[in-house]
């Protein structure tokens, strides 16, 4: 392996350490629903990007809207969106720190 592809490996093992880390974070915060801005954060995205794909039907999880009223109200289970957000992937990077 040359030195180039070297470094680059241990960029991305960083990046994904380090966004590891934060994800943890967030479930431990959030064990059974995310804050909406909590997943644009993971997401690298607006807190109206979120809220808007919830309103029109994204998998992430649910909005609701009661009649007569202003708001909207959201819900993120935080598993659903582990698992639509980093996939298999996720669960194969967390059984590897653990072997």
Wanted: positive net charge.
């Amino acid at each position: 392996m040359s030195a180039e592809a070297k470094e680059a490996a241990k960029f991305l093992n960083s990046y994904i350490e380090e966004n590891l880390i934060k994800v943890a974070e967030v479930i431990k915060e959030n064990p059974s629903h995310i804050k909406t801005k909590a997943a644009a954060d993971l997401l690298g995205v607006s807190l109206d990007s979120v809220k808007t794909y919830l309103r029109n039907g994204g998998d992430l999880g649910v909005a609701w809207k009661k009649e007569g009223k202003q708001n909207h109200g959201y819900s993120v289970p935080t598993f659903q969106f582990i698992c639509k957000s980093y996939g298999a992937q996720f669960i194969n990077i967390v059984r590897e720190y653990i072997e």
